[in-house]
């Protein structure tokens, strides 16, 4: 059962009914974490971006050695193959460490609340929010991704995207649907 489809609990007559239902949603513990293959696949592209690189400079090397055969249009050539090997190697270290920091993030859902692990290996970030203190569940579009706010009444709060989960939705949903609050769209 989603929280929009949940009867409103001032309604007379469904307060017992809205309240067993996230009581039993409760009681299931599920634990959230990014799929196996999805991080290998990210690792495999990561790979992949560093194999082109080093040929791209091996390309480069071609171009401008022997001096006595560089010519402006080889220098133009080894110069746009230089660029493209740059931005492989960028690119490849920018999806290791994002398949590292997926790796490590995950949610647990239990009976008291919920415990995200966010951060990294190394700088790990633990936030516990207990379900009676959560107030709401904030959706914000920023840039090329969404990104997930869930605050408490005390102002702590935990924000994940899709950078720290596969699926940053779904496990919104799971919150939403064990608090009885529907996600805002902000």
């Known amino acids: 059962m989603r929280a929009s489809e949940f009867p409103s609990p001032n309604t007379e007559g469904t307060r017992g009914i809205v309240t067993a239902q996230i009581e039993a949603n409760r009681a299931k513990v599920v634990v959230v974490h990014n799929s196996r293959i999805y991080i290998g696949t990210i690792l495999l592209i990561s790979l992949g971006a560093a194999f082109i690189s080093i040929s791209s400079v091996l390309v480069v090397v071609s171009q401008i050695f022997p001096f006595s055969a560089l010519t402006v249009a080889r220098g133009m050539s080894a110069a746009q ?3 493209g090997a740059f931005f492989f190697a960028f690119m490849c270290s920018f999806m290791w460490t994002m398949a590292k920091k997926l790796a490590f993030c995950g949610a647990k859902l239990d009976s008291s ?3 995200f692990n966010l951060g990294s290996k ?3 970030v633990r ?5 009676d203190k959560i107030v709401a569940v904030q959706q914000q579009r920023v840039g ?15 924000r994940y995207s899709s950078y720290t989960f596969l699926r940053p939705k779904k496990v919104a949903r799971l919150i939403a649907e064990r608090t009885g609050i529907a996600i805002q769209k902000i």
């Open 113 to 115: 609340g919920v415990q």
């Open 122 to 124: 190394r700088a790990p």
């Open 144 to 158: 090329n991704l969404i990104q997930f706010t869930v605050r408490t009444a005390d102002g702590t709060y935990a």
């Open 127 to 131: 936030v516990f929010l207990p379900w």
């Open 81 to 83: 193959w230089a660029f």
